[in-house]
């Protein structure tokens, strides 16, 4: 079995348990195929653990064993899907929802695959080239562990995000899944993503607990309008905006199956910064904004960075925001620590009354582990501004 060499400086980071292995943090790793183990070793040989080779954004490989293991089999996914499973059994009898994550990558002990179950369809994403080295047996792990209707594939390592079905029966797309009394529709086969953000569950619910009956709510980029969808449903108006003129069509469809009023709420097909230099320039005012914006993003206009430019986002819609109103600051990029976040927040806030509600993370489905910290993607902060 081959070995790539730690950097002396970056020993005791893995001695510790973290799980990604990074490019910057090893001598060289020449010659390594995708998908192939190998043994993560110091300078002076010690063994750190067990990986897998895969090039992805976040490094180079995913520890697979503490010790060293010469092949993953079919054995080795089911033990790690069946646990997995017994995590999450309460919500098979939730009411409040049937779509839920089943395994969620390090925080389930395996980086670079995630399985979510859209009631009772499948969704394996592989997000590189080298855990796909493992793709016929996860599923038939995953055939094995899960009751399913149909299993389908996203591949993320992919440009356009190709996705196949794996079972003997194929969806009617688009289904319909339910959460908090609302229905979504889903369609695997539309791109990257699938028509509703499962880790934002617990946000919508809070949305929904606001109690601002009659009072007006300003989605950015809003996307399928899930944080939208509960406002209205407790009594809001709702402002939504995206950049993309199928966002806008997919909520519209959300509101209609749910039997809301389509046209009693607003859509611009606009960037979120032309949008707000908008309602400002047309004295319209908000009870509540919530920006959600991608970590990273380009158009013709501009390019943003949650790192560079969140707090653009923020100044840009104070003079919107109605006196006691709220602010819902969310974002998943999972090189932004909640620390820096709520750091950026405050001091773009500094000459500004306001109070912190709340500090949310990702649901208990999104599983993740103190020993790899970016799995904690998510921040979402709730601010009532005076």
């Known amino acids: 079995m081959k070995t790539i060499t730690l950097k002396s400086n970056k020993i005791h980071k893995y001695r510790t348990g973290y799980v990604c292995l990074e490019k910057a943090d090893v001598e060289n790793f020449q ?22 080779f895969g090039i992805q954004n976040k490094g180079i ?18 033990e790690l899907f069946d646990k997995a499973l017994n995590e999450r059994k309460s919500l098979y009898q939730s009411s409040e929802t049937n779509a839920f994550r089943l395994f969620n990558e390090s925080g389930n002990h395996f980086g670079g695959l995630t399985i979510d179950n859209y009631d009772g369809h499948l969704l394996l994403t592989f997000y590189s080239k080298g855990v ?35 079972s003997e029966t194929e969806a009617d797309f688009p289904i319909m ?11 695997f086969t539309e791109g990257p993503m699938t028509g509703l953000f499962l880790d934002q569950r617990e946000v919508r619910k809070k949305l929904r607990r606001l109690n601002y009956p009659g009072k007006q709510m300003l989605n950015l980029f809003a996307y399928s309008g899930g944080f939208s969808l509960n406002c209205a449903d407790i009594g809001m108006k709702t402002t939504n905006v ?10 519209k469809t959300n509101f209609g199956i749910n039997s809301l009023d389509v046209e009693a709420q607003s859509y611009f097909t606009l960037d979120a910064f032309d949008a707000l230099k908008y309602f400002k320039r047309h004295n319209k005012v908000f009870d509540c904004i919530v920006i959600d914006p991608p970590s ?9 960075s949650v790192k560079e430019n969140y707090d653009e986002l923020i100044i840009n819609s104070l003079p919107i925001l109605k ?3 709220y602010l819902v600051l969310s974002t998943n990029a999972s090189n932004y620590s909640l620390k820096s976040f709520k750091s950026m927040i405050e001091a773009t806030l500094k000459h500004t009354d306001y109070e912190i509600e709340a500090v949310m993370g990702l ?15 998510l921040k979402v902060i709730f601010i009532r501004v005076g």
């Open 242 to 251: 995206d950049i993309a003129n199928r966002s806008i069509e997919l909520m």
């Open 323 to 325: 006196r006691n109103g």
């Open 363 to 377: 649901p208990k489905d999104f599983k993740t582990t103190d020993k790899y910290k970016p799995s904690k993607y």
């Open 296 to 304: 990273f993003s380009r158009n013709k206009k501009k390019v943003f």
């Open 31 to 52: 010659n390594m195929q995708e998908g192939e183990l190998f043994l993560l070793v110091t300078p002076e040989q010690e063994v750190l653990g067990t990986f897998y």
């Open 61 to 78: 490989g995913w520890k697979v064993s503490e010790q060293k293991i010469n092949t993953l089999d079919v054995t080795y996914f089911q």
């Open 132 to 166: 796909y080295q493992y793709q016929s047996i996860i599923l038939e792990a995953v055939k094995r562990i899960f009751e399913y209707k149909t299993i389908y594939e996203k591949l993320r390592f992919e440009h356009d995000v190709p996705t196949h079905c794996l």
């Open 177 to 187: 899944i339910e959460e908090h009394q609302l229905f979504y529709s889903i369609d």
